[in-house]
């Protein structure tokens, strides 16, 4: 296995600090590392000068920041003209990394979620009819905005079309440039305690941690994630991550997968813990 990082933006030759405790992991195990340029795939640069410094013919994994589905791909692709193979290809990094690519999977543990295409106000009071009534939560494919809770991501009621779109018109602001995809409005749950990070490989369950928004508060010791088989194994996904929080009524509900690459690892998990998963 071949870990890849990012580089350092100042010294683009050393792993970010970010990384450097996953990097010095993986070189106790005598895992070779690598950097690539995540400045050159994000501000539109050549994909191969980007991965220039990664030895060719390796079979590899990356753990960095995230990138768009086309930046992905476009990483990948220049790695595999190096003889390079990322364990997830750009269509499974996609599936994983956007909401609508595991939410047919996963209907049954996870809120309620509609969707649009695109940033179009006609399509969103749309979107927001078809919940009928109530709370809900805005994202787009990638991310929400919760820190900014009230002003962009919390609707707290759908049948009000001109309050909703004002939240969406914030939220499309403080995304910019990173909004992808579309406005996606999930049903609002309450939810009680911190989130739980699950970490799946090859569809088993192979880490449990504490949220890295909340690194303090760990899982409970009754806590087993063996419940998400059934939606994490048929996506048959490489690597990827499952937050999971409490609803009010005892249930463990699913918020969202991500890819585990680009997932943060919180403070209290130690980077061997991980690496170490990824090696086995």
Do not use: N
């Amino acid at each position: 296995m071949l870990l890849l990082v990012p580089g350092d933006v100042l010294r683009p030759r050393r792993p970010d600090e970010h990384y450097a405790g996953e990097v010095e992991a993986a070189r106790s195990l005598g895992i070779d590392v690598a950097v690539v340029d995540h400045s050159a795939l994000t501000s539109g640069g050549s994909a191969d000068a980007a991965v220039a410094r990664v030895p060719a013919d390796a079979d590899a994994v990356y753990r960095g920041w995230m990138l768009h589905g086309s930046q992905y791909a476009a990483m990948a692709s220049a790695l595999s003209r190096r003889g390079v193979t990322l364990r997830t290809s750009a269509e499974s990094y996609r599936r994983a990394h956007e909401l609508p690519g595991w939410y047919a999977a996963a209907t049954e543990v996870t809120p309620e979620t509609v969707w649009t295409t695109g940033d179009g106000r006609d399509d969103f009071t749309a979107a927001c009819a078809s919940l009928g009534s109530g709370a809900a939560v805005l994202r787009d494919y990638t991310k929400s905005m919760k820190h900014h809770w009230h002003e962009a991501a919390y609707l707290p009621d759908v049948v009000d079309p001109e309050a909703a779109w004002k939240v969406a018109s914030r939220f499309r602001e403080l995304r910019d440039d990173e909004f992808t995809g579309g406005f996606v409005l999930r049903r609002f749950e309450p939810l009680t305690g911190a989130e739980v990070r699950t970490w799946w490989i090859g569809g088993v369950c192979r880490l449990v941690t504490a949220h890295p928004d909340t690194p303090g508060e760990l899982p409970p010791a009754t806590f087993d994630p063996d419940f998400l088989q059934a939606v994490i194994r048929p996506l048959g996904l490489p690597l990827v991550t499952a937050d999971l929080a409490r609803h009010e009524d005892g249930r463990w509900r699913l918020i969202e997968i991500g890819d585990g690459q680009v997932s943060d690892r919180p403070g209290t998990t130690p980077p061997a813990a991980l690496i170490q998963a990824l090696h086995t």
